[in-house]
Each structure stands twice: as structure tokens, then as C-alpha cells.
């Protein structure tokens, strides 16, 4: 190109002189170099050029699937991140749902319904494995009754026992149908022994009943100490008859999962519970 820009610039000179004969001062008898573009330019203009060829190279090598690529990375942007987001941020400071008024509540059932409406219906029939592994608990609803049972029943915290809930895990194995519902404690001692540290484990099975439905049957309960005490064996707590059991505690009970990704989980009870989980 640098060529072709040199070979115009010198057909288009001219002899400035009138006449082959002319001896004006103000004539040349040499093409006049001041239309001839400076090495510089030259240069400039090849560089926008290879420029140009580079960046036409470069989009033509772009994969041919260049467009799903690009929807991938809308879908990740859209709306549902941003409501899961939202409903995080809600529950994040509500201790699990103990430090939740009925303000705080409606806001968290609001935000779930949000999100449970962008998923759209869940269907795990074909595809139990999305619910393996272990889950934290970041709300539930149910502990606005103040116990361990969440809107079932159990051991009331912070009243009559001196309980002090931690951490909340559901661990679900789709393989052997395994469900555990694993809570961490910590048990008050008399002064001046130090609080007992405990991790008790409801141990449970479960079984699909609908699309998105799940069965749990309450099997046992074992209490692990931990801390100074996690050498001490592993203790069964144990269960009450059924013939003395209320009908309201069987130990068994259903829910639906009203959303499912890879790592957030909303399940709404028998008895209205709202609990949201993420993948641990």
C-alpha cells in the first residue's frame, strides 16, 4: 500500500513551469516534493491498515458457537441471580431465622416467592443427584417458635434449657436415602464449667413422592460431644414409643423443593415452613 501511495503522489506532480523554455524563478524542474507524503505517514497509514487486518483475522477465528457462548454469559447475568441474591442478603443477619420479627419474615417469604417464580417449577424425578451432599441452613421460618424443632416440635432455646443453637447442616445421600439433619450445640454447664459443645444428628430416610416432593421417616437421634469433651463415645438418645407418641410427633413429615441450582435450595414444609439452604 505504501507503494501505491508513493507512485500516485508522483504522477499527480507537476513542472511548474509554463513552457519548456520558461526560466522563471518562481518555476522547478524537478516534481515537487511537497506533495509527496513523509516517511512517517506512510508508516502511520500502514499501521491502521495491519491493524485493520488483524481485527477482521481475529473475528473471523472466532468459533462458530460464539453465540452460545455469549447466551451462557447472559443467562449468568440475568434476573434470577440478582432476586437469590436479594433473598440472601435478607436472611443474612436473622441468626437462621431466631432473630426474625414478622417484618423481617414477610420480607424473606416475599423474596423466596420471587425466586421460587423466576426458577420456574423444579423437577428432580429424573435427576435426584442435584440434591446430594451437605446443605446449610440460612432460614427457616419455623424457628419464630423459638425451638429446635423449628414449627415442630422440641427443646425450646434460650427458655427453659440453656441451649444455644450453631450451625444447621442437612446432609442427603440420594444413593443409600440418607437424610441427617445435623445441628450444632452448645449446652450450659454450672459456673465454672465451660459450656458443653455438641453435634446431634437426626437421622432419617426419604423417598420421592411427587416431582419436587420428599418423604423423610425419623429413624434415631445421636449426640457426638465435641470440644474438650470429643472423646467421650458416641450417644444414642432414646426414641419414645409410638404408643405414647403424639400423632402430632410422629417423626415423620413432607416438603416441597420450590427452587433447586447448584448451590441454593428452598424447600416450603407440611406445616408451612419456609427454609432456604446453600450447598456447604
Same mark, same amino acid.
Not at 505504501?2 to 513542472?15: G, I, P, T
Not at 423466596?112 to 424425578?125: F, N, P, Q, R, Y
Not at 422440641?154 to 441451649?163: K, S, Y
Not at 410422629?250 to 420450590?258: A, K, Q, V, W
Given at each position: 500500500?505504501?507503494?501505491?501511495? *508513493? %507512485?500516485?503522489?508522483?504522477? +499527480?506532480?507537476?513542472? !511548474?513551469?509554463? $513552457?519548456?523554455?520558461?526560466?522563471?524563478? @518562481?518555476?522547478?524542474?524537478?516534481?515537487?516534493?511537497?506533495?509527496?507524503?513523509?516517511?512517517?505517514?506512510?508508516?502511520?497509514?500502514?499501521?491502521?491498515?495491519?491493524?485493520?487486518?488483524?481485527?477482521?483475522?481475529?473475528?473471523?477465528?472466532?468459533?462458530?458457537?460464539?453465540?452460545?457462548?455469549?447466551?451462557?454469559?447472559?443467562?449468568?447475568?440475568?434476573?434470577?441471580?440478582?432476586?437469590?441474591?436479594?433473598?440472601?442478603?435478607?436472611?443474612?443477619?436473622?441468626?437462621?431465622?431466631?432473630?426474625?420479627?414478622?417484618?423481617?419474615?414477610?420480607?424473606?417469604?416475599?423474596?423466596?416467592?420471587?425466586?421460587?417464580?423466576?426458577?420456574?417449577?423444579?423437577?428432580?424425578?429424573?435427576?435426584?443427584?442435584? *440434591? %446430594?451432599?451437605?446443605?446449610? +441452613?440460612?432460614?427457616? !421460618?419455623?424457628? $419464630?417458635?423459638?425451638?429446635?424443632?423449628? @414449627?415442630?416440635?422440641?427443646?425450646?432455646?434460650?427458655?427453659?434449657?440453656?441451649?444455644?443453637?450453631?450451625?444447621?447442616?442437612?446432609?442427603?445421600?440420594?444413593?443409600?436415602?440418607?437424610?441427617?439433619?445435623?445441628?450444632?450445640?452448645?449446652?450450659?454447664?454450672?459456673?465454672?464449667?465451660?459450656?458443653?459443645?455438641?453435634?446431634?444428628?437426626?437421622?432419617?430416610?426419604?423417598?420421592?413422592?411427587?416431582?419436587?416432593?420428599?418423604?423423610?421417616?425419623?429413624?434415631?437421634?445421636?449426640?457426638?460431644?465435641?470440644?474438650?469433651?470429643?472423646?467421650?463415645?458416641?450417644?444414642?438418645?432414646?426414641?419414645?414409643?409410638?404408643?405414647?407418641?403424639?400423632?402430632?410427633?410422629?417423626?415423620?413429615?413432607?416438603?416441597?423443593?420450590?427452587?433447586?441450582?447448584?448451590?441454593?435450595?428452598?424447600?416450603?414444609?407440611?406445616?408451612?415452613?419456609?427454609?432456604?439452604?446453600?450447598?456447604?
Amino acid at each position: 500500500m505504501a507503494n501505491s501511495l *508513493l %507512485q500516485s503522489s508522483v504522477l +499527480l506532480s507537476k513542472f !511548474s513551469s509554463s $513552457s519548456p523554455s520558461s526560466t522563471s524563478s @518562481s518555476s522547478c524542474s524537478l516534481p515537487c516534493i511537497s506533495n509527496i507524503p513523509s516517511k512517517s505517514t506512510v508508516q502511520r497509514k500502514r499501521s491502521v491498515v495491519l491493524r485493520a487486518a488483524s481485527i477482521e483475522k481475529a473475528l473471523n477465528d472466532l468459533p462458530a458457537d460464539v453465540d452460545k457462548v455469549i447466551d451462557g454469559v447472559e443467562k449468568a447475568l440475568t434476573p434470577t441471580s440478582e432476586i437469590k441474591v436479594k433473598l440472601l442478603s435478607i436472611v443474612a443477619g436473622l441468626n437462621k431465622g431466631l432473630a426474625a420479627n414478622a417484618e423481617d419474615m414477610e420480607k424473606a417469604d416475599a423474596a423466596a416467592k420471587e425466586l421460587e417464580a423466576a426458577g420456574g417449577t423444579v423437577d428432580i424425578s429424573e435427576d435426584q443427584e442435584k *440434591l %446430594q451432599g451437605r446443605w446449610k +441452613l440460612v432460614y427457616s !421460618s419455623g424457628f $419464630s417458635s423459638r425451638t429446635l424443632g423449628g @414449627s415442630r416440635p422440641g427443646p425450646p432455646i434460650g427458655r427453659l434449657l440453656p441451649i444455644t443453637l450453631g450451625q444447621v447442616f442437612q446432609r442427603i445421600d440420594v444413593f443409600s436415602k440418607d437424610f441427617d439433619n445435623i445441628v450444632e450445640l452448645q449446652l450450659g454447664a454450672p459456673w465454672p464449667l465451660p459450656p458443653i459443645e455438641a453435634t446431634a444428628t437426626l437421622e432419617h430416610k426419604f423417598e420421592l413422592t411427587g416431582s419436587n416432593k420428599l418423604k423423610i421417616v425419623f429413624e434415631r437421634t445421636t449426640v457426638k460431644t465435641t470440644g474438650n469433651l470429643a472423646q467421650l463415645p458416641l450417644l444414642e438418645v432414646p426414641r419414645i414409643p409410638d404408643a405414647f407418641r403424639p400423632s402430632s410427633r410422629t417423626g415423620s413429615g413432607e416438603f416441597e423443593i420450590t427452587y433447586l441450582d447448584a448451590d441454593t435450595r428452598i424447600t416450603r414444609g407440611d406445616r408451612g415452613e419456609l427454609r432456604v439452604f446453600v450447598k456447604a
